[in-house]
């Protein structure tokens, strides 16, 4: 499968987003036991401080990460605001 990248990072493709959200989409379940959350029903307020929940996708992923590209930055930025910066 051939990829799309864009030459610039705030400039992206289908194939760029499908990438994003398998990567680094968690489900509520995954992220609390990963963070070692036991209360997994009463963690949304916790969990919004440094993450966004995608409900088309149903998953939370981070905010930012230092392991984000400047594209999948920009690509969590447009989930979270719905501007393309």
């Known amino acids: 499968m051939k990829i799309y990248k864009s030459k610039h990072p705030n400039i992206f493709g289908q194939d760029e987003f499908t990438i994003f959200m398998d990567k680094w989409g968690q489900s509520r ?26 409900a088309p996708e149903e998953k939370w992923y981070p905010k930012s990460s230092p392991l984000y590209t400047k594209t999948e930055q920009a690509i969590a930025d447009y989930f979270r605001t719905g501007e393309v910066k």
């Open 29 to 54: 379940v995954d992220i609390c036991h990963e963070l070692e959350y036991h209360d997994v029903d009463n963690c949304d307020d916790i969990l919004m401080l440094d993450y966004f929940w995608y």
